[in-house]
């Protein structure tokens, strides 16, 4: 059952869009051009209109964009890993100006990687762009950085191709609670989510984007991976010393080198509202680095599917459903592995409670709130809205996974039975929400309590 539905996303990604795109005008802006302030002209800061957006945009198009409000998901100070190809996350991926518990304070300056636009050449030389990181965290008294080039290939800018070295933290939990949020609950509250890791290596990328619909990409990455030690205690409400251990990148090593391809695919990956009543996206992660080729420690393939489905199914009430479900072949370390429980996946389970090769998770949010006006018909999620919620996962180990290349090897052991049940309500917006949520089936029957800043995807 777990990974039955992988053939089915890939078949969502590559449904036909030619009717839909039939409808796009001309004065719709091009969704793969959203960016944050620090990538904009100084022109475009200053309020100055630019031949690229003169024309008005028609308020009523019919192709408008989901709003993904939040201190991460909008994207205002940085695009991140929330409005950047999946990719984006196979390099280091942490915010310019962060707080944790491995880097404590980190002030730094960065230039986004994979942005679709183009401002300008690098050194009057058209069509290249560089980017990068420098900064420095005061805990850990360690210098990180990146640096990088990329180019444009084609008259549209629809193809990119870029390389960059590295030696900055990172993390794979960037799915689960957003970077900016989880900073600020870290320093108000010493509630310090992902796991970090030191990533020390370089990559090269292609990329390639449709009009409107999909985005693929292709990286090579070759990295050192480090654990990261708790550097700090201090938060400002919080308890000192109350900063859980910071998970080490496996249990046998606190090092190792990957040598990797990874290949993603996605389907409206900026979520555009595709009719009155409906939406959807999807995507497809694929991570190998079990290659006769490679010198690896861990030799395993890694594949991952998501599928999101919105539906405003009455006025003022919208129905959202994410299902992940993923599958490891080979022996992969622990930080690699699928972890469920708690913020962002199992809200009313411990935090990473079930961790294996195997995983499937269903999110299911149906929230009523106050209708956006005009000819709109969906929640404004800027205003107070009501979430119920039921959240089922689990995450099992395979041994006749470890043995295989074969993602759908042991279908049968993953058992729908298996799944945990948490059920919940919230109210909030998109910017701030409390939740509350309840675990059905495992671990009693006190609920967990979020302050979320982010929505939950």
Do not use: M, Q
């Given at each position: 059952m777990l990974v039955r539905i992988l053939p089915l996303f890939i078949s969502l990604l590559l449904l036909p869009v030619a009717v839909l795109s039939q409808q796009t005008t001309s004065e719709e802006e091009d969704p793969f051009k959203r960016d944050p302030i620090f990538n904009k002209t100084l022109q475009e800061l200053l309020g100055e209109k630019t031949e690229e957006d003169s024309d008005d945009i028609d308020p009523k198009r019919r192709f408008r964009s989901l709003q993904e409000e939040g201190i991460d998901f909008d994207g205002a100070l940085e695009a991140g890993p929330y409005n950047t190809n999946p990719l984006f996350n196979q390099f280091p991926n942490l915010p310019m100006i962060h707080y944790n518990r491995v880097n404590g304070l980190f002030l730094g300056l960065k230039k986004e990687r994979m942005q679709w636009h183009d401002y300008g050449g690098f050194f009057n030389?058209?069509?290249?762009?560089?980017?990068?990181?420098?900064?420095?965290g005061f805990a850990s008294n360690r210098w990180e950085y990146?640096?990088?080039l990329e180019r444009f290939i084609g008259r549209e800018n629809r193809v990119m191709i870029g390389a960059e070295f590295h030696r900055a933290s990172a993390t794979e939990d960037h799915w689960r609670v957003g970077l900016i949020e989880s900073s600020l609950t870290a320093f108000f509250a010493s509630y310090d989510f992902p796991d970090?890791?030191?990533k020390d290596g370089f990559g090269a990328y292609v990329a390639v984007r449709g009009k409107r619909w999909y985005e693929a990409a292709f990286s090579y990455n070759n990295d050192d991976f480090s654990t990261l030690e708790v550097e700090t205690t201090f938060s400002l409400f919080g308890k000192r010393s109350v900063f859980r251990d910071n998970q080490p990148i496996d249990l046998s090593t606190d090092e190792t080198n990957i040598e990797r391809f990874n290949f993603s695919l996605s389907f409206n990956p900026k979520r555009l509202i595709m009719s009155r009543y409906f939406s959807f996206s999807a995507m497809t992660e694929i991570e190998l680095a079990d290659n006769s080729g490679f010198d690896n420690q861990f030799n395993y393939n890694r594949y991952l599917a998501e599928f999101v489905f919105f539906s405003n199914f009455e006025p003022g009430s919208v129905l959202k459903w994410r299902l992940r479900t993923g599958s490891i072949t080979g022996e992969a370390p622990l930080f690699k592995q699928f972890q469920l429980g708690g913020i962002g996946s199992l809200r009313?389970?411990?935090?990473?409670?079930?961790t294996g090769n195997q995983m499937l998770l269903s999110n299911l949010e149906v929230q009523f709130g106050q209708i956006a006006g005009g000819d709109s018909e969906w929640i404004d999620f800027d205003s107070v809205y009501f979430t119920l919620f039921l959240d089922s996962g689990f995450s099992r180990e395979s041994e006749s996974l470890k043995g295989s290349t074969n993602p759908f090897n042991d279908i049968g052991g993953f058992s729908l039975a298996d799944l945990q049940h948490d059920a919940g309500v919230g109210l909030g917006t998109d910017l701030i929400r409390a939740e509350l949520a309840w675990?059905?089936?495992?671990?009693?029957?006190?609920p967990g309590f979020w302050i979320?800043?982010?929505?939950t995807f």
């Open positions: 030389i058209a069509r290249f762009r560089p980017h990068g990181l420098i900064g420095y990146a640096i990088g970090y890791h030191e009313g389970s411990p935090y990473k409670v079930f675990p059905l089936k495992r671990f009693g029957d006190t979320r800043f982010n929505p």
